[in-house]
Nanobody, 115 residues
Framework: QVQLVESGGGLVQPGGSLRLSCVGS????????MGWYRQAPGKQRELVAS???????NYADSVAGRFTISRDNARNTVLLQMNSLKPDDTAVYYC?????????WGQGTQVTVSS
């Protein structure tokens, strides 16, 4: 059974940086597409960034140029480096894995951008 555990959220001032980490277990990690999603209060969950098993990345327009997704298959880890954070980035961030159309989700980590 796939398990995903996120870490790295917290409170940061506007313009600051955070790095989120997600460690997967119970899976052949390198064969999965991995992604980060977020959900703000009263809004739908949205894709932030994804990375295929071949390393191809995709970003939401709202974070392109500020966030970077990467993966370390040897450590079963996917990272999200978030720079130049804005109050609109405040949300719960979820790690996602997908293979053959089957999704798994982490429990989420809160990111709050506020002065």
């Amino acid at each position: 059974q796939v398990q995903l555990v996120e870490s790295g959220g917290g409170l940061v001032q506007p313009g600051g940086s955070l790095r989120l980490s997600c460690v997967g277990s119970g899976m052949f990690f390198s064969s999965y597409r991995m992604g980060w999603y977020r959900q703000a209060p009263g809004k739908q969950r949205e894709l932030v960034a994804s990375i295929t098993n071949g390393g191809i990345t995709n970003y939401a327009d709202s974070v392109a140029g500020r966030f970077t997704i990467s993966r370390d298959n040897a450590r079963n880890t996917v990272l999200l480096q978030m720079n130049s954070l804005k109050p609109d980035d405040t949300a719960v961030y979820y790690c996602n894995s997908n293979r053959w159309g089957v999704d798994a989700w982490g429990q989420g980590t809160q990111v709050t951008v506020s002065s």
